[in-house]
């Protein structure tokens, strides 16, 4: 059985952070219960340098000037528990300084400027990342997974002086090797996780490591967790991927789309279901103003919208996007005809397909039961074929038996 690496824990999971712990000062000031202090030191860092502490998705949470070598950055984190970096504007660049586990509480940080490496305290999250990347085969199986490649390139490309006998006998004992250090990984990462229900960054681990525990075994890790666990940043993130992974199971060909509704833009309410009543068969467009992908399609699906409309083809257009004024400038500009409608601010059909990308095609009959999904990034697998091009006017054809177009 072989497994991506990339699966079981991203690189930042697998990076040891290492550097000498310089003195810095800690005294306590009074902070509320939701609020985070983290004071640091950089060996080397100018004075009156401007940093930033920022998210993963690179949002600026906190902005500080240093004193000298020393910096503090102070806030509030409205959902306990999730990695940051360090971002400094120099007169050479703008430096980054590696994830750091903030938690609402003192910590510190400490380093030596151009070397991207921090030690962490008062982190319980930062330490728990820090002890599993300590015990866990992770590196040791990458490094298997390289060895192996490189044979593969070997056996691929072998000539007369390649002995390809001995490789795939070393290849075979690097497998078995690997499948053992595996098996230990996940033994040992489900030991952790059941003496370490209250950790914050149980959540995080079990999102990056879903490849090692099977998306099946998601659910009951996540029950396992405390409520302190479930209720930070990155519990309700691994809650919405566990309800993502729960919808593929629902959404497959032959099951009735849930009747929701969409708002016109004139302010009326449609469902699907009576939209798609009135035809045999029904395109969900969803798609955005500011999605070039989307609109470069209109011109295609307006042709087949005017082909196949009299034979029972029907598209409506479920736009995302966020102000209305711009959905109704584009429908003005694109001059489509069919029936539109905004999924609002709650992306109701956006969140029950689990659709990441777009744009995303939905076909339904007049019962509206499921025909066909594709979208190009969702945990709901694709179904039915491709819904773009020659091959959705060959489906539309086939499916409502018309000759001779």
């Known amino acids: ?3 991506k690496l990339e699966n079981m ?12 712990l310089f003195g810095i000062s800690t005294h306590n000031k009074a902070q509320t219960k939701d609020e985070f202090i983290l004071r640091g030191e950089l060996r080397g860092l100018p004075d009156k340098t401007k940093l930033y502490l920022i998210t993963q998705e690179k949002d600026t949470v906190a902005g500080t000037i240093s004193n000298g070598e020393q910096f503090s950055f102070k806030g509030t984190l409205l959902k306990n528990g999730r990695f940051h970096f360090i971002r400094m504007d120099t007169s050479v660049s703008k430096l980054f300084y590696g994830e750091i586990f903030i938690v609402n509480g003192d910590m510190t940080a400490s380093g030596v400027l151009n070397q991207r490496q921090l030690v962490i305290t008062g982190s ?3 330490d728990d990342l820090n002890y599993l990347i300590s015990k866990m085969a992770f590196v040791k199986i990458k490094q298997i997974d390289k060895q192996l490649e490189s044979m593969n390139t070997q056996l691929d490309n072998r000539g007369k002086n390649v002995d390809s006998t001995q490789i795939k006998i070393e290849k075979n004992r690097l497998l078995v090797k690997r499948e053992q250090l595996f098996e230990d990984c996940k033994k040992m990462a489900l030991e952790w996780l059941t003496d370490n229900p209250a950790s914050l960054y149980a959540p995080y681990f079990i999102i990056q490591c879903k490849g090692l525990f099977g998306s099946k075994a998601m659910g009951k890790l996540y029950d396992q967790l405390s409520a302190q666990a479930k209720n930070s940043y990155y519990g309700d993130k691994l809650k919405k991927e566990i309800m993502s992974l729960n919808l593929s199971l629902l959404i497959q060909e032959g099951a009735l789309i849930n ?9 009326n309410q449609l469902l699907i279901h009576d939209i798609a009543a009135k035809s045999k068969l ?18 295609e699906l307006k042709k087949l919208y005017n082909t196949y409309n009299k034979n029972g083809f029907n598209i409506v257009g479920i736009s995302s996007d966020n102000k209305e004024n711009d959905w109704k400038k584009a429908l003005a500009e694109d ?9 609002g601010k709650n992306k109701t059909v956006l969140h ?15 019962e509206g039961r499921l025909i066909a999904f594709d979208c190009p990034l969702s945990n709901v697998p694709l179904f039915g074929g ?15 038996n018309v000759k001779g177009k």
């Not at 824990?9 to 000498?20: E, G, H, Q, Y």
């Not at 969803?286 to 992908?293: E, H, V």
């Not at 001059?335 to 999924?343: A, K, L, Q, R, Y």
Request: aromatic share 8%; charged share 20%; with cysteine.
């Open 9 to 20: 824990m991203n690189s930042r999971c697998i990076v040891i952070l290492v550097a000498l």
């Open 1 to 3: 059985m072989e497994f």
């Open 335 to 343: 001059g489509t005809p069919w029936i539109h409608g905004i999924d």
């Open 352 to 366: 029950m397909f689990d659709i990441r990308a777009i744009p995303a095609y939905i076909l339904i009959d007049d």
């Open 259 to 267: 009747n929701f509704s969409i708002t016109t833009p004139e302010g």
């Open 282 to 299: 029904t395109l969900i467009d969803c798609w955005a103003s500011w999605c070039g992908p989307c609109r470069q399609e209109i011109p």
């Open 124 to 126: 319980k999250g930062q």
């Open 386 to 400: 491709r819904l773009r091009g020659n091959d959705l006017e060959n489906k539309i054809k086939n499916l409502l």
